[in-house]
């Protein structure tokens, strides 16, 4: 039985994209050739990735706007590192809102001063900061849009004077933004994109080249650019699965369609959180996540009941990450309608046996 996957990352991934990569993992488009043994210089992967980058501008609305998507290895952890490399001459801004937020202001206080501008540290990150003043001699403001552990998410994004930098590791391509408000976005492949193994970074090339250090060629952004995204051999199956999955958004109406059918998950599961007193929810209502939500039974007593409860029924990966407890439905943009209903029917039975 194909099981209802609620893990939050690497994560569940469209079937047809699943079926379609294994069958290029034998043989790619008939050439007689596996994806994983071809050439990255190869014909074939170079439109693979040449399409790759050009639909991740399309999807966003950034097309002929300034902006180069490049697909490169080590994570949106090496991004924490690599956005000062190229960004930070004296002083930066950072937005914590949780785990990863923490991460990457720990990474950037190498290169140079890093000013918390809000944080809901305070509150163990159940929400998300408002009103903050941002300095307008920042070399730039980072925010990350979705918070994973926590389950809460920007709804509003600031105006700033400064450039604006975004983790969007894992509610990139779920939601309509103006993306053009963005001057540096990146996201790990492994929540709404592909498996693990590579990094969408969409950035305007006319924020580069700003910095007077010496950057590492493997962590220079214009270095990648230049070489159109091969300056090293790239995660050949990443890349590929990464614009199957792009495809198949495109092809069900992108970001608009798939926005919709993440609100219906959401409300539908938070409907549930709110209506039933077995349940806690743990992000405040107003910045709750449509990707991430994390909830807390009400009564400890019935958490082996309802454990053997959701494991029966086929749901995968609902435990909760240890800073908050409890359990953690992950619904991204892979995730079904069906599957939030099935993990709804379940906490509802919880209810009636209670």
């Not at 209506?275 to 007593?301: C, I, V, Y």
Request: proline content about 3%; hydrophobic content about 40%.
């Amino acid at each position: 039985m194909k099981k209802h996957n609620f893990s939050a990352g690497p994560c569940i991934l469209p079937q047809e994209v699943m079926v379609k990569a294994s069958e290029a993992v034998i043989e790619l488009d008939d050439i007689g050739l596996s994806l994983i043994e071809i050439s990255h210089r190869s014909k074939e992967f170079v439109a693979i990735m040449e399409e790759a980058r050009s639909l991740a501008l399309e999807l966003l609305g950034l097309e002929g706007k300034g902006y180069q998507a490049l697909f490169l290895q080590g994570g949106a952890s090496t991004q924490f590192i690599t956005v000062a490399y190229n960004l930070l001459e004296s002083k930066a801004g950072y937005v914590n809102t949780g785990t990863w937020s923490d991460k990457a202001i720990k990474e950037a206080r190498l290169f140079g001063e890093i000013i918390e501008v809000a944080s809901s540290k305070d509150k163990n990150y159940n929400y998300i900061p408002k009103g903050y003043g941002i300095a307008n001699d920042l070399d730039y403001l980072h925010l990350t849009s979705n918070n994973t552990i926590f389950g809460t998410q920007i709804k509003e994004f600031p105006t700033t004077q400064v450039p604006l930098v975004c983790d969007m590791s894992s509610d990139i391509f779920s939601r309509q933004l103006d993306f053009t408000k963005f001057d540096l976005i990146y996201a790990g492949a492994q929540k709404n994109m592909g498996p693990a193994g590579t990094t969408l970074i969409v950035v305007k090339e006319d924020l580069l080249g700003n910095v007077s250090r010496k950057i590492p060629s493997m962590l220079d952004y214009q270095v990648h650019i230049g070489k159109d995204s091969m300056f090293n051999t790239p995660p050949v199956f990443a890349v590929y699965v990464s614009l199957l999955t792009m495809r198949w958004l495109k092809d069900m109406g992108g970001i608009p369609t798939i926005e919709e059918i993440n609100e219906k998950k959401a409300n539908l599961l938070y409907s549930e959180i709110d209506l039933n007193p077995m349940f806690q929810g743990f992000a405040k209502t107003e910045d709750r996540s449509h990707m991430n939500a994390t909830f807390t039974l009400a009564d400890e007593s019935v958490k082996d009941t309802f454990d053997a409860m959701w494991k029966e029924a086929g749901i995968n990966g609902l435990n909760g990450h240890r800073s908050v407890g409890g359990y953690r439905a992950s619904m991204y943009n892979a995730l079904t309608l069906e599957s939030v209903g099935v993990l709804v029917d379940v906490m509802s039975d919880l209810e009636r046996k209670g």
